[in-house]
């Protein structure tokens, strides 16, 4: 089933906080953190993104956050 970024968006926090993005096998693509969640998080699946952006995002099965 692919990532629905717009149900997960829509739940996600605006506080700071890390976030986890997992691929299937629940492997890591990629740890970071924001000062807004919500909106560092949106970014990704939106506007021009770099080739290699949109190549870890097209990969995307689950992302996990951390409100801190």
Do not use: H
């Not at 990532?3 to 740890?31: C, H, I, R, W």
């Not at 000062?35 to 290699?52: E, H, I, P, T, V």
């Amino acid at each position: 089933m692919p990532f629905d970024a717009k149900q997960f968006l829509s739940s996600v926090s605006a506080s700071p906080g890390v976030y986890k993005m997992l691929d299937e096998q629940q492997n890591t693509l990629y740890v970071g953190k924001a000062k807004r969640l919500k909106a560092r998080l949106a970014s990704y699946f939106r506007g021009q993104l770099n080739a290699k952006t949109q190549a870890m995002v097209s990969r995307i099965a689950d992302i996990q956050i951390t409100v801190t």
